[in-house]
């Protein structure tokens, strides 16, 4: 279905000839084949999301604000995406138009004032190579440089491996520029009493709760087109000072930056050194359990195939067999990655110090093998910039999170064994899901608000092309939202957008959302949700990711 | 190979963009950080690896048809190869330039071409060159006077294969002409395919007409074994590709160099010596066919296999064509063996060089959309400050001598051959 030619030529007055398309092929591009990607719902086989009406890219905050008029004009539904990974950025229903922002790529590093301002196509790579060439950094997000950070700042939590030093991508938001879903404007912080981006919550409003969010509204209306974040700084030299053979890519870095793989001899001590960093806060530049992603058996094999150009995924199970690497992969089995940048000698000595005494404090050592610099400069490159997020989806061509337990590290670590232990007899017993050894969590040592927190997911590997594998995962993942349940855990990561997005791709009605939300423990924020969504979206164009509640179910039920 | 055997890595293409980015791990500014010249130029993801592995399965689904935008889409792939280096830092199980390529195939044989291509190819059937206009009696004249042998006739060490740019080209016949003049000083008995010299018709690969390429490079491989020759020499980058990759999928088993390893082993043995000094700063442009693009060819047969229950990987080890081990260092050697010669490098070189808009045919096909892959080219070639642009094909080196940066201002553009042969 495409949109009747009045409409299409009135999007067409507004962003021009060559930025929309309602050709079928192009519009089929845009649709988001669910399986394939971390969705956090199914997955389920042959699953794609709706065929838009049009694919249209703005160039502009005004072409933007035009567009949305015209939605509200023809009632019809819009999603904005810039680097549509995963499903969230695809649009819910048939009557919808896709707006894809890649055309709005704005950079400007302001060093003075230690921020950048960015639109949606600046992607954390580029802002972190304009940035340290002024000697500054950004938190680049767990997804990876490869991601927008203006959606990861203005719609979600943003943490990642740097949020340690660097705070969460919502916590570095200053100013905002963005067009709400009736067409207004609406300029946050600073911005909106005209003196500039350096702020976010004032003089001007601050928007910060109803802009953007993470387990309550889940995202955002509206489209935003612009804003500032907050930059941190980088004490290394202005380019990454990349060699190496591709894929093997590494950087050597000046003698201040040191990375470790820190191992613990239990998962109390590892609860314990996470504490000891959250108390001492200038100890790291970056904490990630990065690496036990590819699972508990194979990681230390993984790590000498990645860091040598020859080696493939044939080489598996003989270097699994090495007994050498199996030794100091065993050795590894409860680690951390961790990156650390002096300001100064002084400090980068204090900070060699501080790691040594809590490994003294906790029992803990650091690996040998992580130490070759063969594989310490890989490793500094991999994390600084997380430009290999897609060795996510190496193994198989698919993966989905798992768990995602609590983000209180004192919770999670004593279920750490129970749960890899549910994973390694799933893919024993039933081989959907790739066989790495259970354990294959992962995650930053990430907000430090609130006494710190932590990222907890595991990777579930399987295979997009097999129907069976994609069954299987989806019945894994039911099984552990069970077991979550029963540990009064929450929601499994693989279900956070089960309550979103249908199996059929499509978005919850309001009703069906009603149906839903009010057997909900404490359901009345999502009545709030409503009356947000109300006074910002009279037309509900944004579908069904912000999550409400019709304040008139709660009073009759 | 059909559309159909790609069916797995459509499906396991994880659409994470990075075959829109050069590797990150190589990123140093935000002007430069683009790889693909069509999803860069057009911006619609369907221009991407990743839009093109979807449109493919909607294709072979039924879910839509070869409209005029779908036949852009496909035909404005420059097959430069970049999407594919970049995809390969961290996938081991897709292969987006093999089938960017196929689609192409597909489409031509549904009869899915541009007008544009049908000239070329009818050409090509012709006369034996893609240049449209050009005909197989005026191949030879660049050679007229220089005595060479024949292959098919003489004992040579090498074959030396022009190529139908340097053949026809009358601002590149110069270059050709120079680097068998090196090539004579420096003790080489060098022969040609004589009349048997004809296109290596490895753009018509490139645009997907691959029974039209397979047709041309039988005939080509026959001449070559029939006159016994070991190692064939070629000074563009192209025919390289085709000679070295594409030909030994064929059977083709001589040695394929191209000039700049050639001119740099006869440099290395002091064969060859550059003495005059050359008062320039260049920067050097690596073709993608010599480069990424120009790694050896590895014969393999074998299927997938799972390990660890879903992880892929391949029975017998599967070459992995990244880039890794293409021809980056031996023109870099000659540049920097030239006294007065300065190297100064751009931000996408090596594996992650930018096209120069010529790719795929392109240049014959989607005239705007080249000029202005090549204008990226100039422009990124002129903020380094080089007097001059040099390159070792002559596809680029007529993309840029055309080309402007983007305050309009031009470079100079030189073959390495003219390099060298200054500094004799």
Redesign the interface.
Known sequence: MALDKEKYQAFEDIVGKRNISQDPGVLETYRCIAQQSSAHYGPYVDHMTPLPQAVILPGSTEEVQNIIKLCNKYKIQFKASTTFWSAMGFIGSDYAVQIDMRRMKYLEIDEKNQMAIIEPHAIGAVVQAEAMKVGLNLNVPGVGCSSSVLASTSGWVGFGPSSYFMGCAGENLLGAEWVLPDGRIMRTGSLGAGAGWFCGEGPGPSARGIARGFAGSAGTMGICCRLAIRLHPWPGPANFPTEGTIPAYRAVLPDNFKTYTLCFPSWDAYAQAFNLFFENQDILYLGHRQFNMFGRDAKGAMVNILTDPDKQFCDLPELMKDPYIKKQTELMKIDIQVVIAGMTKRNMEYKEKAIDKILELTGGWKNEMMLKPEIVNWVLMYLLRLGHKNLNYTFCGAYEGNYGMSPNHFVTAPLMEEASEIKDKWAKKYTSIADTGGDSDMGSISIIGGGGATGWEFFVNFDAYDKDSIKGTKEFIDSTQEWMFKKGLGVDMGRWNADLRKSDGKNYSQEEHDAMYIKMPQPMFLTYNWKIRNVFNPNNLTGSYYRTLTPEKLKTD | MSLQDF??MM????????CK?I????????RF?ENCPSSSY?????YSA??RF??AQ??MDG???Y?D??TE?IHSCMACGLCD?S???????LEPLEHNIELKVSAVEKGKILPEQKVIIDNLKKQMTMLPGKTKVKRLDWMKDLDLKDILKDKCDIAFFPGCKYSYDENLQNVCRSVIDIFKKAGVIVGTLGKSDNCCAGRALQMGFREEYTKAATANIKALEKSGVKTLVTPCSDCYHTFKRQYAKLGLKIQVLHTVEYLNTLIKEGKLKLTKEVPLTVTYHDPCHLGRLGEEYIPWEGKE??????????????P?Y???YGIYDAPREIIQSIPGVKLVEMERIR?YSWCCGAGGGCSETYHEFASWTANERVTEANSTGADALVTACPWCESSFSNAVDENGKKIKVMDIIELVQQAI
Request: with cysteine; aromatic share 10%; hydrophobic share 25%.
């Open positions: 069916r797995a499906e396991r293409c994880s659409n994470c963009s990075y980015w590797p990150f791990d190589k990123m140093k500014s935000q950080a057009y911006n619609f993801n369907t990743r839009g979807q449109l909607t294709l879910r839509c048809d409209s935008t779908v889409v280096v995809c390969k830092v961290c996938r081991y199980n296999k799972k390990i660890l229950n879903q992880v892929h990987t391949w029975e017998p080890r599967r992995r990244n880039g890794a594996e």
